[in-house]
T-cell receptor, first 113, second 115 residues
């Protein structure tokens, strides 16, 4: 079965700490994509990153980095030197070979000043 | 750029009432979607429209109907609201449904309460 698990329902850290959000997926497909979206308190979900199943290179964008490991079926998201503006719900999602998106339940990240 | 616009932002209905949620996008996207978000469950797809003139059921279509009015607009109708439909509803659009390279663009959501 296709499934995305975000085991951390809520994480709370103090500003400037590093934090990692976990995402574990299950799929039978050999071709698939993984996504991260951010949902700030304003409500709308915002696309952060897309990764295909053939590219295991880690990605860094400013304070954000993503670690994709097929061996452990994980696509984890790390925020370095967290800021209050990073407070949001973060969703990991899997797009399967039929282009269907399977969403994780989300991780609520609270950054305290 | 407005992106994806949903109306209304909030709505309270009594059981059995009907209503239509409106969604419009100005990005010339071909595909549009309706999701519901419930605590601890992520997003679940209700219906989608891969292109103008087509609609398909998603994971949780029961109790809902949709209309792709034109390329810009995609509405979601609850014919007889039930408390189980209390949720936050999101409209989204993408350039193409059958593409890995078309991330979703979301509206701000409609918070619906059915009493």
């Amino acid at each position: 079965a296709q499934k995305v698990t975000q085991a951390q329902t809520e994480i709370s850290v103090v500003e400037k700490e590093d934090v990692t959000l976990d995402c574990v997926y299950e799929t039978r497909d050999t071709t698939y994509y993984l996504f991260w979206y951010k949902q700030p308190p304003s409500g709308e979900l915002v696309f952060l990153i897309r990764r295909n199943s053939f590219d295991e290179q880690n990605e860094i964008s400013g304070r954000y980095s993503w670690n994709f490991q097929k061996s452990t079926s994980s696509f984890n998201f790390t925020i370095t030197a967290s800021q209050v503006v990073d407070s949001a719900v973060y969703f990991c999602a899997l797009m399967d070979s039929n282009y269907q998106l399977i969403w994780g339940a989300g991780t609520k990240l609270i950054i305290k000043p | 750029n407005a992106g994806v616009t949903q109306t209304p932002k909030f709505q309270v209905l009594k059981t059995g009432q009907s209503m239509t949620l409106q969604c419009a996008q100005d990005m010339n996207h071909n595909s549009m979607y309706w999701y519901r978000q419930d605590p601890g469950m992520g997003l679940r797809l209700i219906y989608y429209s891969a292109s103008e003139g087509t609609t398909d059921k998603g994971e949780v279509p029961n109790g809902y109907n949709v209309s792709r009015l034109n390329k810009r607009e995609f509405s979601l109708r609850l014919e007889s609201a039930a408390p189980s439909q209390t949720s936050v509803y999101f409209c989204a659009s993408s350039d193409r449904h059958d593409s890995y390279n078309s991330p979703l663009h979301f509206g701000n959501g409609t918070r619906l309460t059915v009493t």
